[in-house]
Structure formats: C-alpha cells, structure tokens
C-alpha cells in the first residue's frame, strides 16, 4: 500500500483544516489507517485511528472532540477533519495503515509522506 497525505496548511488558532490520505492498492479496506504527528524536537505521537471498515475510531486525548477520522473506502482514502487548532497542533501530520486496529506506530506497516500543519497564534 503506498499513502498519499495532502491537505496540511497554515491556519490560524481556532480554525480548521481537513486532512486526506489517498492509498494506492486494492487492499486498502483490509487495513486499519491512523494518523500520527511529528513537531519539531519531538517523537511521533498517536493522533486517530479508525478501523478497516469505518466501525471503530480511537483518538488520543488531545484529540479528542476536536479531530475526527474518517475513511472512504470506495476512494481508498481516509481522512482527518481537524477543527479548534490550537498551536500546539502545529506538526507534521503522517497517515499510515496496519493490519489491525493499534495507536502503537510499531503496528504500522505503511506510512505516507507527512503532510505539514502550521497553527498560528
């Protein structure tokens, strides 16, 4: 599976922006996709995950009421609507596919290139 983020911008704080991640592959409704960020200086943290049909989601609680993940699987594309920006968002954001349903990033088999979010104070 190769992914494709796209959607990464500048906002300003309290805004809103929507991430999408285009897979290549027939497979891609086997795999769950979660979204993980990076911001300078820091490890790759879990953000969202959602399971290969659309049936369970899980966010990490700085995610929690402000982002929602969704997929598409028709599209082979899953998303990550992003509302209430805080600065602290401001990172580089990675869509990534596993086999199962994990916010480990060890499970992930595939990742895409990161797409970058810049939240303006």
């Known amino acids: 599976v190769q992914l494709q983020a796209s959607g990464g911008g500048l906002v300003q704080s309290g805004g809103s922006l929507r991430l999408s991640c285009a897979a290549s592959g027939r497979t891609f409704s086997q795999y769950g996709m979660g979204w993980f960020r990076q911001a300078p200086g820091k490890e790759r943290e879990f953000v969202a995950v959602?399971?290969?049909?659309?049936?369970?989601?899980y966010y990490a609680d700085s995610a929690k009421g402000r982002f929602a993940i969704s997929r598409d699987n028709a599209k082979n594309t899953v998303y990550l609507q992003m509302n209430s920006l805080k600065p602290e968002d401001t990172a580089v954001y990675y869509c990534?596919?596993?086999?199962?349903?994990?916010?480990?990033?060890?499970?992930?088999?595939?990742w895409g290139q990161g797409t970058l979010v810049t939240v303006s104070s």
């Open positions: 959602i399971s290969w049909n659309g049936g369970l989601t």
């Open positions: 990534a596919a596993t086999s199962g349903y994990s916010s480990s990033p060890r499970l992930y088999n595939y």
